[in-house]
C-alpha cells in the first residue's frame, strides 16, 4: 500500500452543483489527487434525509459523479463512488450510533437549522445524519476530511468519536483533521451576498448551476446585487462586488489588488460583465463533458463499479476490526446468495 496520507470527502446528490461548490470544494480535490490517497463519495445515503423523488435522486447521483470525473478527477488516481454501493457504511453507522449520545446530536447546528425547514417530518435518519458521516470518514482511516465551515461541528463530533472508540477498546481509528479553506473562499449569493450560494435558494439568480447555459450565466452576472457606490474595491460595505472579486480571483489565481487596479474609473457593467465571461469560459469544458458522460452511462457504471470495489476493500478492513472489537462473532462462513 501506498504511504500517502488519506483524504477522505463527499458531496450530497440534492441537486445540480452550483458555482460555489465547484470554486469551494471540487476544484481542490483536483488539487489534492495527486499528493493524496483520496477517496471522493457520492452521498446518496445522507440525501434521502430529507424527502427525494427517487427519479431525481437517480439522475442528480450521475450528474454529480459525471460533475466529479469532468471537473479532472481520475478514477485512476482517486476512488470515486457511490455511498450505497458500498454497505460497511450503513454497518459501522449502527455500531457508532451506540457510542453516540442523543444530546451531542441534538446539539448539532445543521440539524436544527434542517429540522426548523422541514417541521412535522423529521426523521430519524436526518437526526442521525452526522453519525452516518462519521462512519464514512472512519471508516478509510481518513486524515484529512475538506469540508466547508458549515461542516466544521461534524468534523468535531467525527473527532470525539473516534476518540471515545479509541479510549472504549484499543487504538481503532484514525483521528482526522478537517481541512477547511480559508475565509474568504465562499462563494455567496449573487442575490444576497451575506448568504451562501445554494442550490436549494428559491431564488434561481441567486447561484450558477454547472450545467447552465452561456445565456443563463450571462443574464445571472447581470442582474447580480452590488451597491451604489460605483467604485471596484474590496471592503465590508460592498459585500456584492467582494463576492465577485472572490469569484474572479479563484479562476484566474491573480491578486484582488491586481483586479481591482485593472478596473479603477470602470463601472459595474463591465466588472459584471468580465466575471461572466471568465465563469462562461471555465464551466463550458466541464459542461461539455458532464453532458458526454451522462449519455455514457456504461463508462459511468465502469468507474463506479471499479469505485466501490476498491472502497469495499478499505471499508471492510476497517468494519471487520470494529465488529471484533466490539464482540461479534467472526463470520468466517459464506451466506448462499
Ligand atoms: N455532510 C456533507 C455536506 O453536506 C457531505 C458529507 C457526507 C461528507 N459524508 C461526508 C463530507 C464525509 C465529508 C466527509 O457537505
Same mark, same amino acid.
Given at each position: 500500500?501506498?504511504? &500517502?496520507?488519506?483524504?477522505?470527502?463527499?458531496?450530497?446528490?440534492?441537486?445540480?452543483?452550483?458555482?460555489?461548490?465547484?470554486?469551494?470544494?471540487?476544484?481542490?480535490?483536483?488539487?489534492?489527487?495527486? $499528493?493524496?490517497?483520496?477517496?471522493?463519495?457520492?452521498?446518496?445515503?445522507?440525501?434521502?434525509?430529507?424527502?427525494?423523488? /427517487?427519479?431525481?435522486?437517480?439522475?442528480?447521483?450521475?450528474?454529480?459523479?459525471?460533475?466529479?470525473?469532468?471537473?479532472?478527477?481520475?478514477?485512476?488516481?482517486? !476512488?470515486?463512488?457511490?455511498?450505497?454501493?458500498?454497505?460497511?457504511?450503513?454497518?459501522?453507522?449502527?455500531?457508532?450510533?451506540?457510542? !453516540?449520545?442523543?444530546?451531542?446530536?441534538?446539539?448539532?447546528?445543521?440539524?436544527?437549522?434542517?429540522?426548523?425547514?422541514?417541521?412535522?417530518? =423529521?426523521?430519524?435518519?436526518?437526526?442521525?445524519?452526522?453519525?452516518?458521516?462519521?462512519?464514512?470518514?472512519?471508516?478509510?482511516?481518513?486524515?484529512?476530511?475538506?469540508?466547508?465551515?458549515?461542516?466544521?461541528?461534524?468534523?468535531? =463530533?467525527?473527532?470525539?468519536?473516534?476518540?471515545?472508540?479509541?479510549?472504549?477498546?484499543?487504538?481503532?481509528?484514525?483521528? /482526522?483533521?478537517?481541512?477547511?479553506? &480559508?475565509?474568504?473562499?465562499?462563494?455567496?449569493?449573487?442575490?444576497?451576498?451575506?448568504?451562501?450560494?445554494?442550490?436549494?435558494?428559491?431564488?434561481?439568480?441567486?447561484?450558477?448551476?454547472?450545467?447552465?447555459?452561456?445565456?443563463?450565466?450571462?443574464?445571472?452576472?447581470?442582474?447580480?446585487?452590488?451597491?451604489?457606490?460605483?467604485?471596484?474595491?474590496?471592503?465590508?460595505?460592498?459585500?456584492?462586488?467582494?463576492?465577485?472579486?472572490?469569484?474572479?480571483?479563484?479562476?484566474?489565481?491573480?491578486?484582488?489588488?491586481?483586479?481591482?487596479?485593472?478596473?479603477?474609473?470602470?463601472?459595474?457593467?463591465?466588472?459584471?460583465?468580465?466575471?461572466?465571461?471568465?465563469?462562461? $469560459?471555465?464551466?463550458?469544458?466541464?459542461?461539455?463533458?458532464? $453532458?458526454?458522460?451522462?449519455?455514457?452511462?456504461?463508462?459511468?457504471?465502469?468507474?463506479?463499479?471499479?469505485?466501490?470495489?476498491?472502497?469495499?476493500?478499505?471499508?471492510?478492513?476497517?468494519?471487520?476490526?470494529?465488529?471484533?472489537?466490539?464482540?461479534?462473532? /467472526?463470520?468466517?462462513?459464506?451466506?448462499?446468495?
Amino acid at each position: 500500500m501506498s504511504d &500517502k496520507k488519506i483524504i477522505f470527502s463527499g458531496i450530497q446528490p440534492s441537486g445540480s452543483l452550483t458555482l460555489g461548490n465547484y470554486l469551494g470544494a471540487l476544484k481542490n480535490f483536483v488539487n489534492l489527487q495527486e $499528493e493524496y490517497n483520496c477517496y471522493y463519495c457520492v452521498v446518496d445515503m445522507h440525501a434521502i434525509t430529507v424527502p427525494k423523488e /427517487p427519479k431525481e435522486l437517480r439522475k442528480n447521483t450521475l450528474q454529480v459523479l459525471a460533475n466529479y470525473i469532468a471537473v479532472g478527477l481520475d478514477p485512476d488516481k482517486s !476512488t470515486l463512488f457511490i455511498q450505497s454501493h458500498v454497505p460497511a457504511h450503513a454497518e459501522l453507522a449502527w455500531i457508532l450510533n451506540c457510542f !453516540t449520545y442523543f444530546g451531542e446530536l441534538g446539539r448539532m447546528t445543521q440539524f436544527k437549522d434542517k429540522s426548523k425547514k422541514n417541521e412535522g417530518n =423529521i426523521t430519524v435518519g436526518l437526526f442521525d445524519y452526522p453519525v452516518l458521516m462519521v462512519a464514512d470518514i472512519l471508516l478509510y482511516q481518513a486524515d484529512l476530511v475538506p469540508v466547508g465551515e458549515d461542516q466544521r461541528q461534524h468534523l468535531e =463530533i467525527t473527532r470525539d468519536i473516534a476518540q471515545r472508540f479509541n479510549n472504549r477498546f484499543s487504538p481503532t481509528f484514525t483521528v /482526522p483533521e478537517p481541512y477547511i479553506p &480559508k475565509v474568504g473562499a465562499k462563494i455567496m449569493s449573487l442575490q444576497d451576498p451575506t448568504i451562501k450560494m445554494s442550490k436549494s435558494d428559491t431564488n434561481e439568480n441567486s447561484f450558477i448551476l454547472l450545467s447552465d447555459s452561456p445565456d443563463d450565466i450571462r443574464r445571472k452576472f447581470k442582474r447580480a446585487v452590488t451597491d451604489s457606490l460605483g467604485v471596484v474595491a474590496i471592503n465590508e460595505e460592498q459585500l456584492g462586488i467582494k463576492n465577485l472579486l472572490g469569484i474572479y480571483t479563484k479562476i484566474t489565481g491573480e491578486k484582488i489588488e491586481d483586479i481591482v487596479s485593472r478596473y479603477e474609473g470602470k463601472g459595474y457593467a463591465e466588472f459584471k460583465s468580465d466575471v461572466a465571461d471568465l465563469v462562461i $469560459e471555465e464551466l463550458k469544458p466541464i459542461r461539455e463533458k458532464s $453532458e458526454y458522460l451522462l449519455k455514457n452511462k456504461d463508462y459511468l457504471e465502469e468507474i463506479y463499479a471499479k469505485g466501490a470495489q476498491k472502497a469495499e476493500n478499505a471499508a471492510r478492513k476497517t468494519l471487520r476490526k470494529v465488529q471484533k472489537k466490539v464482540g461479534f462473532i /467472526p463470520k468466517t462462513f459464506k451466506i448462499q446468495q
